[in-house]
C-alpha cells in the first residue's frame, strides 16, 4: 500500500518562503506525474502545480513565478519551493499523482501570516 508523507509546512510571514517535500513508501515516483494540491479550510482541494516524469511544470495561475516544482526520482522525492507567500496560500498541501490517485496522507500546513 502506497504511503504519502509530506513535510516542510510551517508558519510564515507575508512574503517569506518554505520548501515542501513528498516522499513514499510501497511506491516509485519516477514513472509517474506527481502533484501538490491544497486545501484550504472550507474549501475544496484543488491543484497547485505538477510536474511530468521529464520534470516539465504546470502551476495554477495564482502561483506562476513564485512556486517551483521539481522532483528528484532517484530520491523517489517532489518538492514544491514556495516564495513571496501570501495569507491566499494559507492551507494544507498534499501531493499525489496527477491522475488515479493514490490514498491521501496527512498533508502538512502552511500559514501564512503576519
Known amino acids: 500500500q502506497v504511503q504519502l508523507v509530506e513535510s516542510g509546512g510551517g508558519l510564515v510571514q507575508p512574503g517569506g518562503s518554505l520548501t515542501l517535500s513528498c516522499t513514499a513508501s510501497?511506491?516509485?515516483?519516477?514513472?509517474?506525474?506527481m502533484a501538490w494540491y491544497r486545501q484550504a479550510q472550507d474549501d475544496e482541494r484543488e491543484l497547485v502545480a505538477t510536474?511530468?516524469?521529464?520534470?516539465?511544470?504546470y502551476y495554477k495561475n495564482a502561483v506562476k513565478g513564485r512556486f517551483t516544482i521539481s522532483r528528484d526520482n532517484a530520491k523517489n522525492t517532489v518538492t514544491l519551493q514556495m516564495n513571496s507567500l501570501q495569507p491566499a496560500d494559507t492551507a494544507v498541501y498534499y501531493c499525489?499523482?496527477?491522475?488515479?490517485?493514490?490514498?491521501w496522507g496527512k498533508g502538512t500546513q502552511v500559514t501564512v501570516s503576519s
Open positions: 510501497g511506491t516509485s515516483f519516477c514513472v509517474r506525474p
Open positions: 510536474i511530468t516524469v521529464g520534470s516539465t511544470p
Open positions: 499525489n499523482k496527477v491522475s488515479k490517485l493514490w490514498t
